[in-house]
Protein backbone atom coordinates (compact mmCIF):
# COMPACT_ATOMS: atom_id res chain seq x y z
CA UNK A 1 0.00 0.00 0.00
CA UNK A 2 1.88 2.99 -1.05
CA UNK A 3 0.79 6.04 0.72
CA UNK A 4 3.06 8.66 -0.67
CA UNK A 5 2.87 8.17 -5.18
CA UNK A 6 5.14 9.54 -7.46
CA UNK A 7 3.66 8.56 -10.43
CA UNK A 8 6.55 9.64 -13.25
CA UNK A 9 9.43 7.81 -13.24
CA UNK A 10 11.42 10.12 -14.86
CA UNK A 11 11.51 13.80 -16.31
CA UNK A 12 13.45 15.45 -18.77
CA UNK A 13 14.01 18.91 -19.34
CA UNK A 14 16.11 21.66 -20.79
CA UNK A 15 18.38 23.83 -19.24
CA UNK A 16 16.66 27.49 -18.26
CA UNK A 17 13.02 25.87 -18.83
CA UNK A 18 10.58 24.52 -15.58
CA UNK A 19 10.99 20.97 -13.49
CA UNK A 20 7.32 20.18 -12.15
CA UNK A 21 7.65 17.08 -10.08
CA UNK A 22 4.36 15.66 -8.82
CA UNK A 23 3.62 13.39 -6.45
CA UNK A 24 0.21 12.29 -4.39
CA UNK A 25 -0.83 10.98 -1.09
CA UNK A 26 -3.64 8.87 0.36
CA UNK A 27 -3.06 9.15 4.11
CA UNK A 28 -5.37 12.14 5.61
CA UNK A 29 -3.39 12.50 8.60
CA UNK A 30 -0.05 13.30 6.67
CA UNK A 31 0.43 16.85 7.40
CA UNK A 32 3.91 17.57 6.66
CA UNK A 33 5.76 17.35 3.40
CA UNK A 34 9.49 17.02 1.95
CA UNK A 35 11.57 16.99 -0.72
CA UNK A 36 15.00 15.36 -0.73
CA UNK A 37 17.33 15.04 -3.44
CA UNK A 38 19.78 12.51 -3.84
CA UNK A 39 22.59 11.94 -6.44
CA UNK A 40 24.06 9.08 -7.45
CA UNK A 41 27.09 7.17 -4.60
CA UNK A 42 25.26 9.46 -2.43
CA UNK A 43 22.16 9.45 0.82
CA UNK A 44 19.40 11.91 -0.16
CA UNK A 45 19.51 15.49 1.08
CA UNK A 46 16.89 17.62 2.60
CA UNK A 47 15.79 19.90 0.04
CA UNK A 48 12.75 21.94 1.18
CA UNK A 49 9.55 21.35 3.24
CA UNK A 50 5.73 22.69 3.62
CA UNK A 51 3.28 22.37 6.51
CA UNK A 52 -0.40 22.28 6.29
CA UNK A 53 -1.21 25.04 7.04
CA UNK A 54 0.37 26.48 3.92
CA UNK A 55 0.08 26.17 0.38
CA UNK A 56 3.12 27.25 -0.99
CA UNK A 57 6.90 27.19 -0.22
CA UNK A 58 9.54 29.21 -1.52
CA UNK A 59 13.58 28.70 -1.69
CA UNK A 60 15.29 30.38 -4.10
CA UNK A 61 14.29 28.44 -7.23
CA UNK A 62 12.54 25.30 -5.59
CA UNK A 63 8.78 26.34 -4.84
CA UNK A 64 6.85 23.42 -3.09
CA UNK A 65 2.82 23.61 -3.78
CA UNK A 66 0.34 21.72 -1.68
CA UNK A 67 -3.04 20.65 -2.64
CA UNK A 68 -4.54 19.49 0.36
CA UNK A 69 -8.20 18.62 -1.33
CA UNK A 70 -6.39 16.94 -4.25
CA UNK A 71 -3.71 15.35 -1.48
CA UNK A 72 -0.99 16.21 -4.24
CA UNK A 73 2.07 18.60 -3.73
CA UNK A 74 4.52 19.58 -6.55
CA UNK A 75 8.36 20.76 -6.31
CA UNK A 76 8.77 23.52 -9.11
CA UNK A 77 12.31 24.21 -10.35
CA UNK A 78 13.18 27.26 -12.05
CA UNK A 79 15.33 27.85 -13.89
CA UNK A 80 16.39 24.19 -13.93
CA UNK A 81 19.92 23.89 -14.07
CA UNK A 82 22.36 20.54 -14.83
CA UNK A 83 23.32 20.20 -11.77
CA UNK A 84 19.83 19.30 -10.82
CA UNK A 85 20.13 16.42 -12.55
CA UNK A 86 19.12 13.71 -9.79
CA UNK A 87 16.52 11.49 -8.41
CA UNK A 88 13.85 13.25 -6.08
CA UNK A 89 12.14 11.73 -3.28
CA UNK A 90 8.50 13.26 -2.06
CA UNK A 91 8.57 12.35 1.64
CA UNK A 92 5.32 13.14 4.18
CA UNK A 93 4.62 12.51 7.87
CA UNK A 94 2.10 12.74 9.78
CA UNK A 95 1.69 15.12 12.82
CA UNK A 96 1.60 13.21 15.77
CA UNK A 97 5.12 12.00 15.58
CA UNK A 98 7.95 13.63 16.82
CA UNK A 99 10.59 11.20 15.64
CA UNK A 100 10.97 12.11 11.95
CA UNK A 101 9.22 8.99 10.56
CA UNK A 102 8.96 9.70 6.99
CA UNK A 103 6.94 7.29 4.42
CA UNK A 104 8.74 7.77 0.93
CA UNK A 105 7.34 8.36 -3.10
CA UNK A 106 9.48 5.72 -5.38
CA UNK A 107 11.52 9.19 -6.72
CA UNK A 108 11.52 11.04 -9.88
CA UNK A 109 14.42 10.87 -11.94
CA UNK A 110 14.94 14.71 -13.39
CA UNK A 111 17.27 15.26 -16.25
CA UNK A 112 18.43 18.37 -16.85
CA UNK A 113 19.99 18.81 -20.83
CA UNK A 114 22.41 21.46 -21.44
CA UNK B 1 30.26 19.39 8.86
CA UNK B 2 27.86 17.33 9.78
CA UNK B 3 28.32 13.31 9.03
CA UNK B 4 26.32 10.30 8.69
CA UNK B 5 28.85 7.74 8.38
CA UNK B 6 27.98 3.78 7.04
CA UNK B 7 30.98 1.55 7.53
CA UNK B 8 30.80 -0.24 4.03
CA UNK B 9 29.59 1.26 0.54
CA UNK B 10 29.66 -2.52 -0.65
CA UNK B 11 29.06 -5.60 0.66
CA UNK B 12 28.63 -9.23 -0.38
CA UNK B 13 27.50 -11.79 1.70
CA UNK B 14 26.07 -15.58 1.17
CA UNK B 15 22.73 -16.86 1.59
CA UNK B 16 21.99 -17.27 5.52
CA UNK B 17 25.25 -15.27 7.05
CA UNK B 18 24.51 -13.38 9.58
CA UNK B 19 25.51 -9.57 8.56
CA UNK B 20 26.23 -6.31 10.22
CA UNK B 21 25.75 -3.02 8.89
CA UNK B 22 27.12 -0.14 10.93
CA UNK B 23 26.17 3.46 10.95
CA UNK B 24 27.66 6.67 13.16
CA UNK B 25 26.60 10.32 13.12
CA UNK B 26 28.47 12.82 14.86
CA UNK B 27 25.49 15.52 15.46
CA UNK B 28 24.07 14.06 18.66
CA UNK B 29 20.88 13.13 16.86
CA UNK B 30 17.96 11.34 18.99
CA UNK B 31 16.63 9.50 16.77
CA UNK B 32 18.49 7.33 14.22
CA UNK B 33 16.58 4.91 11.06
CA UNK B 34 17.22 2.26 8.83
CA UNK B 35 15.86 2.44 5.28
CA UNK B 36 16.30 0.35 2.24
CA UNK B 37 16.18 1.58 -1.34
CA UNK B 38 15.10 -0.83 -4.22
CA UNK B 39 14.42 0.50 -7.80
CA UNK B 40 10.51 1.08 -7.76
CA UNK B 41 9.46 1.27 -4.49
CA UNK B 42 11.67 4.12 -3.35
CA UNK B 43 12.80 4.40 0.60
CA UNK B 44 11.14 2.18 2.76
CA UNK B 45 11.66 2.09 6.59
CA UNK B 46 12.83 -0.83 8.41
CA UNK B 47 13.82 0.26 12.02
CA UNK B 48 14.31 3.30 13.94
CA UNK B 49 15.24 4.47 17.62
CA UNK B 50 14.25 7.68 19.06
CA UNK B 51 16.68 6.79 22.29
CA UNK B 52 19.63 4.64 23.33
CA UNK B 53 18.32 0.98 23.60
CA UNK B 54 14.97 1.99 22.30
CA UNK B 55 13.79 1.00 19.24
CA UNK B 56 10.29 1.08 16.78
CA UNK B 57 9.56 -1.56 13.70
CA UNK B 58 9.03 0.56 10.65
CA UNK B 59 7.19 -0.60 7.11
CA UNK B 60 9.44 -3.74 6.67
CA UNK B 61 11.69 -5.25 9.87
CA UNK B 62 10.64 -9.16 8.97
CA UNK B 63 14.21 -10.22 8.59
CA UNK B 64 15.92 -7.52 10.35
CA UNK B 65 17.13 -6.35 13.64
CA UNK B 66 18.78 -3.56 15.01
CA UNK B 67 20.64 -2.37 17.93
CA UNK B 68 21.60 0.85 19.79
CA UNK B 69 23.78 1.11 22.50
CA UNK B 70 25.51 4.14 22.33
CA UNK B 71 23.66 7.88 21.13
CA UNK B 72 26.02 7.98 18.23
CA UNK B 73 25.73 4.08 16.63
CA UNK B 74 22.79 2.35 15.12
CA UNK B 75 23.31 -1.21 14.15
CA UNK B 76 21.78 -2.83 11.55
CA UNK B 77 21.36 -6.70 11.56
CA UNK B 78 20.20 -9.68 9.30
CA UNK B 79 20.11 -12.96 10.97
CA UNK B 80 19.97 -14.84 8.65
CA UNK B 81 20.77 -13.39 4.65
CA UNK B 82 18.58 -13.84 2.32
CA UNK B 83 18.57 -12.76 -1.44
CA UNK B 84 15.65 -10.52 -1.24
CA UNK B 85 17.60 -8.50 1.38
CA UNK B 86 19.95 -7.47 -2.01
CA UNK B 87 19.21 -3.46 -1.75
CA UNK B 88 20.94 -0.22 -0.98
CA UNK B 89 20.83 0.00 2.63
CA UNK B 90 20.57 4.10 4.19
CA UNK B 91 20.99 5.13 7.26
CA UNK B 92 19.87 8.54 8.84
CA UNK B 93 19.73 10.61 12.07
CA UNK B 94 17.64 13.60 13.02
CA UNK B 95 16.85 15.61 15.96
CA UNK B 96 14.09 15.26 18.28
CA UNK B 97 11.15 17.29 18.07
CA UNK B 98 10.32 19.89 15.77
CA UNK B 99 12.18 19.65 12.66
CA UNK B 100 12.88 15.96 13.21
CA UNK B 101 11.61 15.07 9.52
CA UNK B 102 14.77 17.04 8.63
CA UNK B 103 16.85 13.90 8.18
CA UNK B 104 20.54 13.42 7.47
CA UNK B 105 21.76 10.40 5.39
CA UNK B 106 24.62 8.64 4.94
CA UNK B 107 25.89 7.55 1.40
CA UNK B 108 24.64 4.08 1.90
CA UNK B 109 25.48 0.59 1.81
CA UNK B 110 24.78 -1.94 -1.44
CA UNK B 111 24.03 -4.92 0.07
CA UNK B 112 24.48 -8.43 -2.53
CA UNK B 113 23.35 -11.48 -1.06
CA UNK B 114 24.06 -14.46 -3.40
Known amino acids: DQQVKQNSPSLSVQEGRISILNCDYT??????FLWYKKYPAEGPTFLIS?????DKNEDGRFTVFLNKSAKHLSLHIVPSQPGDSAVYFC?????????????FGQGTILTVHP | DVKVTQSSRYLVKRTGEKVFLECVQD?????MFWYRQDPGLGLRLIYF???????EKGDIPEGYSVSREKKERFSLILESASTNQTSMYLC?????????????FGSGTQLSVL
Open chain 2, 92 to 104: ASSNSGQGSEKLF
Open chain 1, 27 to 32: NSMFDY
Open chain 1, 50 to 54: ISSIK
Open chain 1, 91 to 103: AASPQSTSYGKLT
Open chain 2, 27 to 31: MDHEN
Open chain 2, 49 to 55: SYDVKMK
